[in-house]
């Protein structure tokens, strides 16, 4: 990959981040780091990452291609002018949360290309999926440099309309937390029916986690994996009767997935 990043932020997800395109081939001569909140790996140093407390401090004669923003998207008022003279140079790849692309084209101006994403957490262990959104200024060949630099964390999907951000932060974005509630629950209702609350709590674990690489790795859609657990009259029959019913898991998700959707359209203003 023959371009030049510079990552601005390197928390979690940054480090993932950089992880992955060390892991791809990326040089570290490719790639420079701001980050002044300390958090940078020593593992990083010693694969020959240089980073700098500010944009000031990297060096004149690196050219960045993309400069992708990684910070807390409550810090991004601070950081984003910073970087205003790149704008017409490079494309700026956005991965804050409900930071719009008006929101850039006002920090960066209007000939800022602009791309931004929805990532989400399982992308800190490389298991991600991010959707992305680009502004009429990038290039086809910038969408395909940055669709390989997020495949570092994920999968990769593109929309051509910004709104649907709105419910894929609703669906992927907030998904994990609705996942992990799964477990929850399904640990309480274990105890609830007399396990001891350690094995119940491992099973939940397990059983989620489990299922979720048999969804990955099998061929078949999520519908024919679950009725390959249902057997007629069967125990799972008998649970997804009431998790189906009226006011089952499906009429919650669909209102709890609107919420979301609401909430996200009313943060990004």
Known sequence: MALNILLVGCG????????????????????????????????????????????ADVEDGFAPNIIMFAVKPQSMDDVAPE???FAGQAVFLSIA????????????????????????TPAAVRSGVTVAFANSL????????????????????WVDDEALLDPVTAVSGSGPAYVFLLVE??????????????????????????????LTQSP??????RENVSSPGGTTVAAL???????????????????ATRRSKELAG
Not at 247 to 257: C, K, R, T
């Open 138 to 157: 990038v290039a086809e060949e910038d969408k395909r440099a940055c669709t390989a630099l997020l495949q570092a964390v994920g999968d990769v999907h």
């Open 83 to 85: 970087y205003k003279s």
């Open 97 to 120: 949360a409900g930071k719009t692309v008006d929101y850039f084209t006002n920090k960066l101006g209007s000939d800022a290309a602009i791309v931004r994403t929805m990532p989400n």
């Open 12 to 55: 979690k997800m940054g480090n993932a981040l950089l992880g992955g395109w060390l892991d791809r081939g990326v040089a570290s001569s490719q790639i420079r780091v701001v980050e002044p909140q300390q958090q940078f790996g020593q593992e990083f140093i010693d694969a020959g990452i240089a980073y700098h407390n500010t944009v």
């Open 220 to 225: 078949e859609t999520a519908t024919t994996l």
């Open 241 to 259: 009767d009431v998790l189906m019913g009226d006011q089952g898991m499906a009429s919650l998700m669909v209102e709890a997935v609107a919420a």
């Open 185 to 214: 629950c399904l640990a309480k209702a274990g105890v609830e029916a007399g396990l001891p609350e350690e094995l119940s709590a491992a099973l939940a674990r397990a059983t989620i986690t489990g299922s979720g690489d048999l």
